[in-house]
């Protein structure tokens, strides 16, 4: 029997005692633990913590309803949030209250029933209760069965199924109560060393482990109306499968806390727990042999049959935290090579928990995992530093498989700084796939997050990116209470921040994880922090949306293009995130043949131009539809003044029959429309009516494939010839807006069949959440083979608009022809201050246009810039010629070497095919085309760098710096335990840089 924690250690317990002596903050929160720990003591005895836990015939459910809401006010109680019930102070156990109608579930007396029903060891039997407690008490005028629960759910007149108790035992019970508990007890007596809480946590974390083994997820059958987040497998303990890794992790730490209590257990704690376990435990050691057995070794088995299994992070930080409390030095070296063991899943079990592939094969270059959404990859990264933190210390002998250490592992380490880059604007990550509420600010990534990694890299960066999340402060900032010396972390900052200044979060080309950004900064010094544009290409399945070149656009610190974030509910039951949230149709996209894309991993940036005034890029991502050649967004951001920016934007499509433009706007107070006659969609009485589906189909009333059900008071253009204009004065929703007056205005400069303006709903149980977005669809069909150039305009403001008037102009071959407007086109834009933009945009590069002022121009886009003062400024990209004067438009060679290890210093040596002038490269991106047998499909890639400097060596090879990106993709096979590093590309691929001039 240990009697002293491993995590949890002598000099833990010191430091904390002594931060409590010292800081008003530590004593606070000590206070704060002490005063809820010996209420629970007022409220439980010993006895009625043992008896607290409840047995596997007490089914859990994360849901009670939630197709139809609530029994009494149905879907109004959906703007509460995914869980609303609330727990009733003061009310008996087993009771959950609407907090709209404020209802009481379930009508009956279920304590008395539960407690009629147990047997001698303390398990529920349904066999033995007293079913005349089976009655409505609380609500008599509604009949005697009505609502009423008998532990399985109350199946109504209509036949729909309620399952209340089990809501609270899954929430309220085992989730609230008993985890608060033991958490609280353990706090109390790491902080205090006062026996009566280790006492009081043993007593009940016994009992858990009493249990624990019994506890599955077997008979919580999603069909029957137990809902449990197992990912559809049916597997969990007390919860799901996937949350129940944060339910043993706190097991095992609740446990290490109390084990320097083990030895001095008081008579009456020990008496309560050898008559309740009808002397099965009497001893110290007899309690202590149990909760290794039955919890830290039913954790490790636990992780092994994957019922204690989560997305990637959260069962590898349980396990190597019971490793460790467990103290065995053959087991837990046993169980922490499982860790890193390769996830050969057999019918059974998993033979290992794959941390040593992960961050090779799992994690890209750019440091996410594979889950899309930046809230699920911020979970990885806070899972593995708990695995990190566990295992720094272990030391590692030469006998051992694996290093455990990962703070070790660069690509670990690169975790770090993902969520960093893709930080938007003031108070924003991008919301893709799975995150956040509709609009609503947020970052993804916390000071303490980057904490340890400061601590463990020292990394000036970090320190400065720290500052920021931190409020631009150091105020609060700090370690932990059971670390020493906490508050030189404070002044160690502070003076690197003064230093160096604060962190400039600057544009980003994360190609491996498929997100791009171009940012215009403030230089007027106002409220206003940046205009930005993103554009996402990367994994559009699993916790992403179905969305490969969405765009995104944040100014006025302000969402102003928002996705629609989490689903209502995240399950396949749910039909509004399958056809509406989920799906292409929502975002701001060309949908192909009324379907969603196909499962893509990555698109490709042909182009990224990131300094000055003029910015741009373009990503292609062609098997985004098996119909399709082209399918390729193209944006230029321009700068306005030192305020504002506008973009210009090209999305090209070839292959399919239909094409439907999707944009919208965030929440709008008013929309303004100009050039478009639109025809609403009504009823014979004048009314509106229907969806984009149908005028006879209402809201979600079929679930049918193009998700046009989730569309309503439409309205139509079926002669759209001219520019049309929407101006939408947008709602600050989440209040962070630096301006009252903030607009979108979206002009559409293509002749289209129809177009279309309709409302779609986001998630409805999300509060705060806008209750509709205004969506314009614009359609382009062709019975043999559609090709489209849909051509914008986006521009944000504040007050009125910078912009006298747009135009798509004429763009004509060197013969005076007219070209097609699928592949070319030219746009021309005015400002109130007289400076004229023209934006010409090329599918072909090698033909020589006429557009407006410019000449003889063979590229890829051309802005030419007249000032009011008749000055002309020109930019062009990955051009060859200009008013017929030769250009170099890119600069081409084979790879001749690279570097072939985990390293976080890469380089890329090249030769290039004629001479180049290397100090033009930094910035630039490095495209390598992928061998034609890889296909970009759900497991592709693309294989573009960004050049931080370029060097001539003395071979005369030039070597380009990409700095922390790797160029390994994965390994062989780590299955078969082969770990040859696979990489992107290989020496004598070809290469080419794109240039801007």
Same mark, same amino acid.
Request: a negative charge; proline letters at 3%; aromatic letters at 12%.
């Given at each position: ?16 005692r ?19 720990a ?29 197709k ?8 109004s ?43 001698? /060891? ?11 407690l ?74 858990? #482990? ?33 949350? &129940? ?7 095992? #730490? ?21 008559? /309740? ?6 001893? #110290?050691? &007899? ?19 994957r019922?204690?299994s ?5 069962h590898?930080q349980?396990?190597?935290?019971a490793?460790v ?21 057999? &019918?059974? =079990?998993?033979?290992?928990?794959n ?16 889950e ?16 990190? =933190? ?22 670990f ?27 609503n ?30 409020? /631009? ?23 690197i ?25 403030n230089?007027?010094?106002n ?73 893509l ?33 193209t ?31 965030g ?75 903030v ?34 669809? #614009? ?19 504040a ?5 006298e008037?747009? &135009? ?106 004629t ?26 890639? /693309? ?38 590093p ?16």
């Amino acid at each position: 029997m240990n009697n002293i924690g491993y995590f949890y250690t002598k000099e833990k317990i010191a430091n904390c005692r002594n931060n409590i002596e010292k800081y008003d903050w530590a004593k606070a929160q000590c206070e704060k633990t002490v005063k809820a720990a010996d209420a629970y003591l007022e409220k439980y005895s010993l006895d009625a913590l043992w008896m607290l836990p409840s047995s596997q015939s007490m089914y859990r459910s994360y849901g009670v309803n939630q197709k139809h809401g609530c029994l009494v006010c149905g879907h109004s109680i959906d703007r509460f949030g995914n869980y609303p019930y609330k727990m009733i102070d003061g009310q008996p156990l087993w009771k959950i209250e609407c907090p709209h109608c404020h209802t009481v579930f379930p009508s009956n007396d279920f304590e008395s029933y539960y407690n009629s029903a147990l047997d001698e /060891n303390g398990y529920f039997c349904p066999e033995k209760g007293d079913r005349s407690l089976l009655k409505n008490t609380l609500y008599p005028e509604k009949g005697e069965d009505w609502a009423v629960d008998d532990g399985y759910g109350y199946i109504a007149d209509d036949g729909k199924k309620y399952t209340f108790v089990c809501y609270f035992t899954h929430w309220f019970l085992w989730n609230n109560i008993i985890r608060n508990i033991l958490v609280t007890m353990g706090d109390a007596f790491l902080f205090t060393g006062e026996q009566k809480y280790a006492d009081a946590g043993l007593v009940l974390i016994n009992r858990v #482990a009493e249990l624990y083994p019994t506890l599955s997820g077997e008979g919580h059958d999603r069909n029957k109306g137990y809902q449990q987040s197992d990912g559809g497998s049916g597997r969990g303990k007390v919860l799901g499968c996937i949350w &129940e890794t944060g339910f043993a992790h706190t097991l095992a #730490a609740c446990f290490d806390a109390y084990k320097g209590g083990l030895a001095s257990m008081s008579r009456d704690a020990l008496d309560v727990i050898a008559k /309740n376990s009808r002397g099965r435990q009497s001893t #110290a050691e &007899e309690v202590s042999d149990n909760i290794d057995e039955n919890l830290l070794r039913e954790i490790y088995r636990g992780v092994r049959r994957r019922e204690i299994s989560g997305n990637n992070g959260m069962h590898q930080q349980t396990l190597a935290l019971a490793a460790v409390v467990l103290d065995d030095a053959e087991t837990t070296r046993e169980w922490i090579d499982y860790l890193f063991d390769p996830a050969i899943i057999t &019918e059974k =079990e998993s033979l290992g928990a794959n941390m040593a592939a992960t961050f090779v094969n799992q994690i890209d270059r750019d440091g996410f995992g594979l889950e899309a959404s930046p809230g699920y990859n911020s979970g990885w990264l806070a899972h593995f530093i708990g695995a990190a =933190e566990v295992l720094k210390n272990i030391e590692r002998r030469p006998a051992d498989k694996y290093i455990y250490n990962i703070y070790e592992n660069v690509k670990f380490k690169k975790m770090f700084y993902s969520m960093i880059k893709l930080i938007m604007s003031k108070e924003y990550t991008p919301q893709i796939g799975d995150v956040g509420a509709c609009g609503n600010p947020g970052k993804m990534v916390s000071a303490s997050t980057l904490l340890p990694a400061y601590l463990t890299y020292r990394d000036p960066y970090l320190a400065q990116a720290i500052y920021f999340l931190n409020g /631009n402060t150091t105020e609060g900032l700090r370690v932990g209470i059971y670390e020493e010396d906490i508050e030189h972390i404070r002044q160690e900052i502070e003076e690197i921040v003064k230093e160096k200044g604060e962190i400039v979060l600057t544009d980003v080309n994360l190609a491996g994880y498929g997100y791009s950004s171009l940012k215009h900064m403030n230089e007027e010094g106002n409220d206003n922090p940046e205009t930005s544009f993103g554009v996402y290409y990367g994994l559009n399945r699993g916790h992403g949306h179905i969305d490969t070149l969405n765009m995104y656009m944040y100014a006025y610190n302000m969402n102003v293009l928002p996705d629609l974030g989490y689903p209502e509910f995240c399950d396949s039951a749910d039909m509004h995130r399958r056809y509406w949230v989920d799906a292409t149709l929502s975002h701001n996209l060309v949908i192909v043949d009324k379907m969603n894309q196909e499962i893509l991993r990555a698109g490709t940036p042909t182009h990224y131009f990131a300094d000055g005034d003029v910015k741009m890029v373009s990503v292609e991502a062609p098997e985004a539809y098996k119909q399709t050649s082209e399918y390729k967004r193209t944006d230029a951001l321009v700068r306005i003044d030192g305020n504002d920016s506008y973009t210009v934007d090209f999305f090209r499509v070839k292959g399919g029959k239909e094409h439907a433009f999707s944009f919208h706007f965030g929440e709008t107070e008013s929309l303004k429309t100009k050039g478009v006659e639109l025809v609403p969609q009504t009823d014979e009485n004048g009314y509106m009516t229907g969806t984009l589906l149908g005028k006879d189909i209402e809201f979600a009333a079929v679930n049918d494939p193009s998700g046009y059900q989730y569309l309503y008071n439409v309205q139509k253009d079926t002669a759209l010839t001219g520019n049309a204009s929407f101006d939408g004065r947008i709602c600050d929703t989440w209040k962070r807006g630096t301006r009252s007056d903030v607009h979108v205005k979206f002009t559409f400069l293509t002749e289209v069949e129809e177009l279309v303006l309709a409302q779609g709903v986001p998630p409805r149980n999300k509060p705060g959440n806008p209750k509709y977005l205004d969506y314009i669809y #614009a359609y382009n069909r062709d019975e043999n083979e559609a090709e489209s150039l849909f051509v914008s305009v986006i521009e944000p403001y504040a007050g009125e608009s910078k912009i006298e008037s747009i &135009e798509r102009i004429p763009v004509y071959d060197e013969n005076g022809k007219e070209l097609d407007k699928n592949g070319f086109a030219a746009v021309k834009i005015t400002l109130k201050n007289g400076r004229v933009d023209t934006v010409i945009y090329c599918s072909d590069k090698d033909i020589s246009v006429e557009a407006d002022s410019v000449n003889g121009f063979r590229g890829f886009m051309c802005i030419r810039t007249e000032n009011g003062d008749g000055s002309v400024s020109i930019k062009t990209f990955d051009a060859t010629s200009l008013f017929g004067e030769a250009k170099t438009g890119c600069y081409e060679g084979k790879i001749a070497d690279f570097t072939r290890t985990l390293s976080d210093k890469n380089h890329i040596d090249v030769t290039f095919d004629t001479d180049a002038d290397i100090s033009c490269l930094c910035g630039k991106i490095i495209h390598i085309p992928l061998p034609e047998n890889t296909g970009n499909g759900f497991y592709g890639y /693309n294989t573009v760098f960004n050049i931080l400097s370029a060097e001539k060596l003395e071979n005369g090879n030039v070597r380009l710096d990409i700095g922390d990106i790797t160029t390994i993709r994965c390994y062989r096979d780590s299955a078969k335990k082969d770990m040859t590093p696979v990489y992107y590309f290989k020496e004598g691929d070809s290469f080419r840089i794109p240039l801007d001039r």
